[in-house]
């Protein structure tokens, strides 16, 4: 599970979108591919966003919900307790 | 060539005029009987000449899933400009409207996104003059 966080984080674009998240939680995917492109200068397509949301699902970090007809995705920051742990806890 | 009328795919020619009037505030153009539906358009107040926009009937067995995928992934069908993204944010919250996406800036536009209760996203839009 943790290479897996390691693997996520590495990446610019997955960053960028726990940035976004983490200022605002609960996007939909519009929203995250709007502020990519125009905060960040990253013109993605659509589907590759939605690859990088499932390398961060699959790692953990990002959730999706349901509300209606909507899907919203949300940050998880919890899978980096792991990381904070394993070098700062006393041996 | 130019640009008169522009649409968005509703189901429910009469929920949608109640609601792009009542709530939103634009107002009835045309009404003109063809078959089971109306050929149905609003314009806004502050531009009665304008851009006429058609609340064409979604009955077509591809305008649901269509629909529907772009509502998931919080895709408006069309954008309108107003003067101030959170001004009408608030006026509409204020009136019931739903936002799937509030308020935000990004670069030199503001935007928010809100649902139409007929099955589309619209989304608000201000471009500011400076960055």
Known sequence: MVSDIFEALAAPARRAILDELHERNGQALFELCARLAMKHGMGMSRQAISQHLDVLEQAGLVTTRRDGRYKFHYIDPAPLDAIIERWSSPR | ?131
């Open chain 2, 1 to 131: 060539m130019r640009i008169v009328v522009s649409s968005v795919l509703v189901d429910d020619q009469d929920r949608a005029l109640r609601f792009y009037t009542e709530v939103l505030g634009f107002v009835k153009k045309t009404e003109i009987p063809l078959g089971e539906a109306r050929w149905l358009t609003v314009v806004s107040p502050e531009d009665p000449d304008g851009t006429e926009l058609l609340l064409e009937p979604d009955g077509h067995p591809a305008a649901g899933p269509f629909k529907r995928a772009l509502v998931e992934d919080g895709i408006p069908f069309t954008s309108f400009a107003v003067p101030d993204v959170q001004a009408e944010f608030e006026r509409l919250r204020a009136r019931g409207v739903r936002f799937t996406q509030e308020p935000v800036r990004m670069g030199p536009v503001t935007t928010a996104v809100f649902d139409d209760t007929c099955g589309n996203l619209i989304q608000i839009a201000r471009t500011h003059d400076s960055p």
